[in-house]
């Protein structure tokens, strides 16, 4: 049953106090150490508004965007987002029914509670639904990652988005402070994140000789790019002139991010580099945003931005914690008629006319 008084996708972050018990709700919402960026993400949104236009005839208006040869009914998928079995008991299963359900693009975490097969069953290509793709994290050994490689490919899956930016993950002040530990029941189905837990010698920093030395570097990514017949998309990129290196080695899309502000406290909002990214990339390498979507506001102003598509973390999970898959469903289904919304009054039939003449910046953006 859809709980009453949703009346905005919004509305189901203001749920999750009734939803979700306080600890893993900390854990969920919090980012890293002061919870600074992860507020920053959804703040920057607010240094945004839309120029409306008149008199435009919008009767053959639609959604659909084409990402990397597959069509998706609205610009909007559900961010990798680990260990749903925190805040539902069938976890990425509720979400993989609602993704086939609304024709919604599942990016499935290597940290998911359920295996990639399980998920991959509940979506059918053939009936239009996009194709699961599986976020990675390179594991510790390249026979671990090699396997996950040949899972994917064998169950379907349409791309690997390899994470680059979670080497270092700083907890939560505020998870910590309301206690949080991984409940024994939520065991990651495939792998680690991907940093062993090594001795060092006295002196190392845990940073730089700890898990900097196990993170991924451009040798890395060329490899995986070798050992798979996927597509492979980076996830985790703020800086234009990454982007465009990635681009340039052949990466297939480039997912902006900051991981919902959990890594470092005091990263820079997700939005706030968008523009750069885009203009460093220039406008035919597929470019997905995350950070701070709380509305369809929110996902036309990153459109307009710079996106081809964006993607939900924190809000997919609040949604499934108050009703699962009909929670999920709602929730793209309303995101998807405020972006429509905005897209009317501003006069977009489709989402290629959404472009960054449609937005003013506001001065008192604090409004
Ligand atoms: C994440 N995110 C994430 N990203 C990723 O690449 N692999 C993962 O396993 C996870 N796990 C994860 C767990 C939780 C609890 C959260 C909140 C986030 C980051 C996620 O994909 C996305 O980048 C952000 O969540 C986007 O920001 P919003 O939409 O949550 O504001």
Redesign the pocket.
Known sequence: RIPPGVLAARDYERLAEQCIPADRLA??AGGSGEDWT?RA??AAFGRWSIVPRVLRDLRTGHTRVRIAGEVWAQPIGL?????QKLVHPRGERETARAAAATHSPL?L???ATTPLEEVAGLLSPEAGQPRPWL?L?LQPRREDTLALLRRAEAAGYGAI?L?LD?SIQLASHRALRAGFRMPADCVPAHGS?GVPASALPAGASRIFQGAMAQSARHEDLAWLRGATTLPVWV??VLDPADARALADAGCAGIVV??????TVDGVAP?LSLLPAVREAIGSHVPLLF?????SGADVFKALALGANAV?????Q?YALAAAGALGVAHLLQLLGEELQACMAVAGCASVADIGPDRLLAVPDFNA
């Open positions: 854990y969920i992860a993400n959804s961010a990798p987002v680990a260990f990016l975490s290597t940290l976020q994290y988005v994470t979670a994140i996830k985790g991010s900051n991981h919902g502000g959990r997700s995350d950070g701070g979507i709380r993607l939900v973390g924190r809000l999970l």
